[in-house]
């Protein structure tokens, strides 16, 4: 069983250097992964998506190239069973 350890948005925003505006534009643009509901009124991104889009943005990438990475993501968080956050917790 493997963990994917997720990170809560000031980690995302440390991680990626773009301010809450920017971050919420790109996913609505299908060019950052939406994140993932981890209660009722917390949510994260698993840490692997997150460095996956900084490395293909860092190859200059296009955005077609972007959404496609997005899309890949997403569909493969169903697969995931065990999860831990950044901090420890399950």
Same mark, same amino acid.
């Given at each position: 069983?493997?963990?994917?350890?997720? &990170?809560?948005?000031?980690?995302?925003?440390?991680?990626?250097?773009?301010?809450?505006?920017? &971050?919420?534009?790109?996913?609505?643009?299908? &060019?950052?992964?939406?994140?993932?509901?981890?209660?009722?009124?917390?949510?994260?991104?698993?840490?692997?998506?997150?460095?996956?889009?900084?490395? &293909?943005?860092?190859?200059?990438?296009?955005?077609?190239?972007?959404?496609?990475?997005?899309?890949?993501?997403?569909?493969?968080?169903?697969?995931?069973?065990?999860?831990?956050?950044?901090?420890?917790?399950?």
């Amino acid at each position: 069983m493997s963990t994917t350890l997720l &990170l809560r948005f000031p980690a995302v925003q440390e991680r990626t250097a773009c301010a809450r505006s920017t &971050l919420y534009n790109l996913i609505n643009d299908g &060019l950052f992964p939406r994140p993932v509901a981890i209660s009722s009124r917390t949510v994260a991104w698993p840490e692997t998506e997150v460095e996956a889009i900084n490395q &293909l943005r860092v190859s200059s990438a296009s955005e077609d190239e972007v959404r496609a990475l997005v899309i890949q993501l997403e569909s493969s968080r169903k697969g995931e069973v065990a999860v831990r956050s950044e901090e420890g917790q399950v």
